[in-house]
């Protein structure tokens, strides 16, 4: 199987956890629109190549430690978070990474396959502007082997966003 189908079985591609959320928030119709793959799309780069889109449509689900709190970060694949910007725009005295464990305790998925919304726990959610300059950017639907597409506006809708610049800007 090397290309992606929207079929019945993709439905249940998506980790439960993350399809009871799509179902709870009236989202159910995205389930039909997840595509499985059968190698792992864990990085942006993997995901565009499976999925045959720009790297910048890739909707990455980070997740940070401000001041020792969780903090998801929704980044275009194409760019980096600027680590810095988001303290900033926190008011935090420190952000950094946030390490395996603390992802998975927060949000339920394992790094790879974080969803932008569905979690575990309730997080603040930065979204970088950037996410906007596309019709339509694919997310982890839970899993590193599953995707979906949304409409930005809409995702960072559902994720409970707050649009903000913190992309690393080239020189």
């Known amino acids: 199987m090397t290309t992606p189908s ?10 439960p956890r993350f399809a009871e959320a799509l179902r709870t928030l009236g989202l159910g119709e995205l389930l039909a629109e997840v595509r499985a793959f059968p190698e792992a ?8 190549a499976a999925i045959g889109c720009e790297l910048s449509q ?13 903090v998801l970060v929704l980044m275009d694949g194409a760019s980096r978070v600027d680590v810095e910007r988001v303290r900033q725009e926190l008011g935090a ?5 946030a390490k395996a ?3 998975r305790e927060t949000t339920g998925y394992a790094i790879g396959g974080v969803p932008p919304f569905g979690h ?7 979204a970088d502007r950037g996410l906007l ?5 694919w997310a982890a639907a839970g899993t590193p082997y599953t995707v979906f597409p949304m409409d930005p506006k809409a995702l960072v809708a559902q994720a409970g966003g707050t649009l903000v610049d913190v992309r690393e800007r080239t020189a």
């Open 120 to 126: 575990r726990t309730r997080t603040r959610v930065l």
């Open 41 to 48: 799309t864990r990085t942006a780069a993997e995901a565009a």
């Open 58 to 70: 890739i909707c990455k689900s980070l997740i940070f430690a401000a001041d020792d709190v969780p």
């Open 93 to 97: 005295a420190k952000v950094t990474r």
């Open 101 to 103: 464990e603390v992802v």
């Open 133 to 137: 300059d596309h019709d339509v950017v």
């Open 6 to 15: 929207a079929s019945a079985s993709s439905a249940s591609a998506a980790h």
